[in-house]
């Protein structure tokens, strides 16, 4: 099931597409990215692009090195993993002020739709996680002629 996450908005693009807004549920196109709900006290921020060719969903952590993160696919849903450590001094220590997030997160998506999940791709660029998603070419729609044999 997918958590919904405040209000879900549609749009009518001019194409007369329709476009479902909102963080729990994203389809553009062919392509939906459900918002899987997790056990995760923190759950870093994320946007879903679509361009011609792919998806991309982004995630910002920011001060998480890259060999701290692990992406995974699992059949049609993607688990994104990891831990965003301390940077203060071990032991006693007095916090006037502390709206930071530390320790582990997570974030699941399961994605629906004209997308290659064995071709997904992740990398790490200035504290936002870019996972690229291929899209195939739309199979609906194309004629495609069936010879009549006799007998």
Do not use: W
């Not at 709900?37 to 890259?66: F, H, K, M, N, W």
């Amino acid at each position: 099931m997918s958590r919904k996450i405040g209000g879900s908005r549609t749009r009518q693009k001019s194409s007369g597409e329709v476009r479902e807004a909102g963080p729990a549920a994203r389809r553009t196109g062919h392509v939906l990215l459900l918002d899987l709900p997790v056990d995760s006290a923190y759950q870093p921020p994320s946007d879903v692009v679509e361009v011609d060719d792919t998806v991309r969903v982004l995630l910002e952590i920011p001060g998480v090195p890259a060999a701290s993160v692990q992406v995974r696919v699992l059949g049609n849903r993607i688990e994104i993993t990891g831990e965003k450590a301390t940077d203060f001094p071990a032991g006693e220590t007095s916090f006037l002020c502390l709206e930071r997030i530390f320790g582990k997160f997570q974030r699941a998506f399961e994605v629906r739709g004209s997308v290659n999940l064995g071709e997904v791709t992740a990398r790490m660029a200035n504290g936002i996680l870019v996972i690229t998603i291929p899209k195939v070419a739309e199979r609906r729609g194309l004629e495609r002629r069936i010879p009549v044999t006799a007998g």
